[in-house]
């Protein structure tokens, strides 16, 4: 489980399949870097198609140095497929070989939006549905059929969205209870997790700087993810994307306002107005108390 950004192909909840190869003939980082994306440029199109749009770029997991991620092109936008890189030494060691005889690389691979692609599944909340049309139309799927003849997904319903936008004014004033912060990164080796808690953003008071110091430690430690989990929390999966829309500085006070823009969708039937007046209302209340917000 992890904080992450909202939209078709994230969820908090996800599987993945993880892989290691160790080399012992005194490669070079380099050639094992390059056996790296040989490989795993070779199992994307072997999955996907030998046409298939692909880029690397270059990424941060605590694990691996250099660290690398994958995208593939799909619905028109590129997504993330998995995350890899150079095993660091330390983890070398701690399986029980020499780092300065072996190297490594290791790679994570989303099984959902591997699944996504095969099947063009276009929303990572279908693999959390109980809706029976969706799943039988993949009930006769066997592992030994050729991928090109797998079905794809059909369509059996769309519902319409809900648009809900909320402005607010990054905390200013300190909280002082806020919950941790945590930053997920992308799908990568050990689903790395980095943490930060407001208190030690706002530790700054103790070494004698203003109150107004550390009002701003408390403002500047305010995450998007902070966010995705509260609406995460309060919507489930009847929230389909959030997102950033506009944001400024206040040029006379230098506050920092946000706005995003949440819109709200079954898989399964018709929201009502007043379901969602009354989900973004418990938006905001949490926004404000969880957060620290200030509402606009």
């Known amino acids: 489980y992890r904080r992450d950004e909202i939209d078709a192909s994230h969820y908090p909840v996800f599987h993945q399949m993880e892989g290691v190869k160790v080399f012992g003939d005194g490669e070079s980082e380099q050639e094992v870097l390059q056996d790296l994306k040989t490989t795993l440029e070779g199992v994307a199109r072997v999955l996907f198609g030998n046409d298939v749009p692909m880029r690397w770029n270059d990424d941060f997991f605590p694990f691996t140095d250099p660290s690398l991620e994958l995208e593939v092109m799909f619905e028109g936008e590129w997504m993330e497929v998995l995350g890899c890189g150079v095993m ?17 690389w290791a790679f994570g691979f989303g099984l959902e939006r591997l699944a996504m692609v095969l099947f063009q599944i276009p929303d990572i909340r279908y693999f959390w549905s109980t809706d029976e049309r ?17 079905p794809k997904f059909q369509v059996y319903s769309k519902y319409p969205p809900c648009f809900k936008d909320i402005s607010f004014w990054l905390n200013s004033h300190g909280s002082g209870d806020a919950e941790p912060q945590v ?3 992308a799908d990568g080796p050990n689903g790395d997790v980095e943490q930060m808690t407001t208190n030690e953003a706002s530790d700054v008071g103790a ?3 203003t109150d107004d110091d550390q009002n701003d430690a408390r403002s500047n430690s305010f995450h998007q993810n902070d966010l995705f989990e509260l609406v995460r929390g309060v919507a489930g999966d009847l929230v389909e994307s959030v997102e950033l829309i506009d944001q400024f500085v206040h040029p006379k006070n230098g506050r920092e306002s946000h706005c995003y823009r949440i819109m709200y969708r079954s898989m399964e039937r018709s929201l009502t107005n007043e379901e969602i007046d009354g989900l973004q209302e418990k938006v905001r209340e949490a926004s404000v108390g969880k957060l620290g917000v200030e509402l606009r």
């Open 207 to 209: 070494t004698g700087n």
């Open 134 to 150: 969706f799943w039988n139309q993949f009930k006769n799927v066997r592992p030994d059929q050729p991928i090109d003849v797998w």
């Open 183 to 185: 930053r997920a990164d």
């Open 88 to 104: 660091e030494p330390k983890v070398l060691e701690a399986g029980g070989f020499d780092s300065t005889k072996y190297k490594a």
